[in-house]
T-cell receptor, first 114, second 114 residues
Framework: AQSVSQHNHHVILSEAASLELGCNYS??????LFWYVQYPGQHLQLLLK??????LVKGIKGFEAEFIKSKFSFNLRKPSVQWSDTAEYFC????????????FGGGTRLMVKP | DTGVSQDPRHKITKRGQNVTFRCDPI?????LYWYRQTLGQGPEFLTY????????KSRLLSDRFSAERPKGSFSTLEIQRTEQGDSAMYLC????????????FGDGTRLSIL
């Protein structure tokens, strides 16, 4: 079965530090890729998505992600984090051969120290 | 608020009881999804509707679980004879369909089995 891995379960950064969260998936076929964020007490919100085209995707709140097909990766980046970025981040993949469902990674809990 | 709406937000029940959750998707979205999320994990897919048709079901969806979307608008998820292992957050999401497959999530229903 296809799977999604997020290598960092917990990340602690100071404000203004750069962020990169890893996401890898197990399937070599066509995929749609997503990053979601869940702020404390809130619902999952879409940060950005990749369907096709430019592999560098820009999302909301200064986040971006790069799709590297040869590495089956879709890492999330932000050049300078803020305290308000403290949240849990989920990578999700729609595998074309698995229908319309999303397969999620286990999440990365980010804490930004002021 | 025109996002995905779920009711109730919390449900506490005794083992063996039946529970039903409701989801109202974003109004123009014809696709509706149910996921389950346990502590420290990413959401896991349960089932998917396109309009009123239930098109995909996960192996996680045992015969105690049933979902409906009778008129292609709101959906219900029923769990019969609840067990301790059913304790989780039940998430509903909706998407527009072809052309924009990004899924938008509700706040979820947290189920606790005593």
């Amino acid at each position: 079965a296809q799977s999604v891995s997020q290598h960092n379960h917990h990340v602690i950064l100071s404000e203004a530090a750069s962020l990169e969260l890893g996401c890898n998936y197990s399937y070599g076929g066509t995929v749609n890729l997503f990053w979601y964020v869940q702020y404390p007490g809130q619902h999952l919100q879409l940060l950005l998505k990749y369907f096709s085209g430019d592999p560098l995707v820009k999302g909301i709140k200064g986040f971006e992600a790069e799709f590297i097909k040869s590495k089956f990766s879709f890492n999330l980046r932000k050049p300078s984090v803020q305290w308000s970025d403290t949240a849990e981040y989920f990578c999700a993949v729609n595998f074309y051969n698995a229908g319309n469902m999303l397969t999620f990674g286990g999440g990365t809990r980010l804490m930004v120290k002021p | 608020d025109t996002g995905v709406s779920q009711d109730p937000r919390h449900k506490i029940t005794k083992r063996g009881q039946n529970v039903t959750f409701r989801c109202d998707p974003i109004s123009e979205h014809n696709r509706l999804y149910w996921y389950r999320q346990t502590l420290g994990q990413g959401p896991e897919f349960l089932t998917y509707f396109q309009n009123e048709a239930q098109l995909e079901k996960s192996r996680l969806l045992s015969d105690r679980f049933s979902a409906e979307r009778p008129k292609g608008s709101f959906s219900t998820l029923e769990i019969q004879r609840t067990e301790q292992g059913d304790s989780a957050m039940y998430l509903c999401a909706s998407s527009l369909g072809e052309g924009d497959q990004a899924q938008h999530f509700g706040d979820g229903t947290r189920l606790s089995i005593l």
